[in-house]
């Protein structure tokens, strides 16, 4: 069974563009999350999606967005980068009932997208 | 608001060693709490998950055990190896919230 896909590996961008990095979660998983992990603040939570539905938030800046398509896949967006923004960005999927969304289920994280803005 | 905290923030240890990493959280109502290993430039990869109504996990030379009423969960690592060295890091959810990591140990097996 493969696991979580993220694309692309790498990306360079520059100040003021915006860049869209992918994730395919595990066949048959439907729920997929976003992290940023940066050396200063560690992984923190962006975004959750169950359905093609965000229902989890954090605490990040509207420049940052995403979306899930009704075969799970998922994607992530980030306008006018700043140069804040250089992290890693992982992707977990989980097997995730309709209700109590976090019990009792384990996240799978892909390699994830080394993110550098110039 | 659940916090999570982590120490040693590193640790260097001779191969072969018996080892225990440190998590602790704010929060004692979690649903449950995973570790996970980062590899250099890495995703994560999930060693063991206790839920809420567990004590303690066990996977090869992993035990993991967690007491909520002292908000601590501690990894134990037997007989450690050079191939251990990654950063460790351990997450809690409570309730319908994401998961909330902390910091992690990075972990040194010397030969």
């Known amino acids: 069974k493969a696991g979580v896909t993220q694309t692309p590996r790498y990306l360079i961008k520059t100040r003021g563009q915006q860049v869209t990095l992918s994730c395919s979660p595990i066949?048959?998983?439907?729920?997929v999350s976003w992290y940023q992990q940066t050396p200063g603040q560690g992984l923190q939570f962006l975004f959750e999606y169950f359905s093609e539905t965000q229902r989890n938030k954090g605490n990040f800046p509207g420049r940052f967005s995403g979306r899930q398509f009704s075969n799970s896949r998922s994607e992530m967006n980030v306008s006018t980068l700043e140069l804040g923004d250089s992290a890693l960005y992982l992707c977990a999927s989980s097997l995730q009932g309709a209700e109590s969304i976090w019990d009792k289920n384990i996240q799978y994280f892909g390699a994830g997208t080394r993110l550098s803005v110039l | 608001k659940q916090e999570v905290t982590q120490i040693p923030a590193a640790l260097s240890v001779p191969e072969g060693e018996n080892l225990v990493l440190n998590c602790s959280f704010t929060d004692s109502a979690i649903y449950n709490l995973q570790w996970f290993r980062q590899d250099p430039g890495k995703g994560l990869t999930s060693l063991l998950l206790?839920?809420?109504?567990?004590r303690e996990q066990t996977s090869g030379r992993l035990n993991a055990s967690l007491d909520k009423s002292s908000g601590r969960s501690t990894l134990y690592i037997a007989a450690s190896q050079p191939g251990d060295s990654a950063t460790y890091l351990c997450a809690a959810n409570s309730g319908n919230t994401p998961l909330v990591f902390g910091k992690g140990t990075r972990l040194s097996v010397i030969a």
């Open positions: 066949s048959g998983h439907r729920s």
């Open positions: 206790i839920q809420s109504s567990q």
